[in-house]
């Protein structure tokens, strides 16, 4: 996969971020650097970045969300504002994501823990 311009600061980016944000999201923080960029542009490098395993997107209901951090985590999903946060707590952590290479004669190249509540702010 070709670097570009416009996928290098996609993927920065990303990097930077944690809030997991939607590809309209990505397309406003990165034209501010690249006030030509085209939103179809941004959401075709984010499809490529994520089939190249570059970064992830998460399945949420509504709208895409995207990671830039591809090390090993989970996530909390708020079912009433959809904020995304990161799972760090040992005790989530013991459920990994890491899947046996075949389950019912399948190949098998992901697993997603996503749990889904409500966070500190909603809960009140
Ligand atoms: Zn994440």
Redesign the pocket.
């Known amino acids: 996969m070709r670097m570009t311009e416009q996928r290098a600061a996609i993927l920065n980016y990303l990097q930077k971020t944690?809030v997991?944000p939607t590809a309209e999201d990505v397309y406003k923080n990165v034209s501010k650097n690249l006030p030509y960029v085209s939103r179809a542009t941004v959401f075709r490098n984010l499809k490529q970045l994520n089939a190249s395993g570059k970064i992830?997107e998460?399945d949420t209901t509504g709208a895409s969300r995207f990671?830039g951090?591809i090390k090993l985590?989970?996530?909390l999903v708020c079912k009433n504002c959809n904020a995304?946060?990161?799972v760090s707590t040992a005790s989530a952590q013991k459920f990994t994501n890491k899947v046996p290479p075949k389950i019912s004669n399948w190949k098998i190249f992901s697993a997603k823990i996503i749990y889904e509540g409500l966070c500190t702010r909603c809960k009140r």
């Open positions: 944690y997991h992830n998460i990671d951090h985590h989970q996530h995304i946060k990161d």
